[in-house]
């Protein structure tokens, strides 16, 4: 058994049960980003209009996110790469590399699986961007499926609580 870690990529899924329409909206709309991930979306066509909040993304839109629980200083640009109108959603995500959302069917329930690869090899994006985006990713998986299947938001909105797994 190798214990050799790919620290260029990872994978997290979640199981989800909601129809996969609202799923992908959750994540191409800007208003869904909002309601479950960050504290503002911005989605920029390529002609650089702000879309309206529920006009889907599509390949070439670029984003800027800030999250609940940072200032305003704390941000990421980046670009949708692909975006199928159904279960693929793909971005640049800065440094970080890329992520990539598919949405599976197993049985009757929804599986979200983020895959974020091109990590950067060196030892600080493996902990910022390996170790960091994933356990990131874990919570806001977790608190997508909250929302959809119980309308509890798990985030930490308050600036003034730092360090937070919430956050």
């Known amino acids: 058994m190798s214990t050799k ?3 260029s990529r990872f994978v997290v899924r979640i ?9 992908y909206e959750a994540w191409a709309t800007s208003s869904g980003m909002e309601w479950w991930f960050l504290r503002t979306c911005e989605y920029t066509d390529a002609g650089g209009r702000l879309l309206e909040p529920d ?24 670009e949708i790469m692909e975006a199928n109108g159904r279960d693929l959603f793909r971005f640049r995500f800065g440094k970080a590399g890329t992520c990539t959302v598919r949405i599976l069917l197993a049985g009757d329930e929804q599986i979200v699986e983020l895959e974020q690869g091109e990590i950067p090899l060196d030892e600080l994006s493996k902990m910022q961007y390996h170790v960091g985006c994933k356990t990131g990713w874990t919570f806001y998986l977790t608190n997508l499926k909250s929302l959809l299947e119980g309308g509890i938001d798990l985030r930490n909105k308050d600036i003034n609580l730092q360090d937070m797994l919430n956050a």
């Open 5 to 7: 870690n790919d620290w």
């Open 15 to 23: 199981n989800i049960r909601a129809p996969r329409s609202r799923i």
């Open 55 to 78: 006009i889907f993304a599509v390949k070439g839109t670029s984003y800027k996110f800030l999250w609940h629980g940072y200032p305003d200083e704390t941000f990421e640009f980046g």
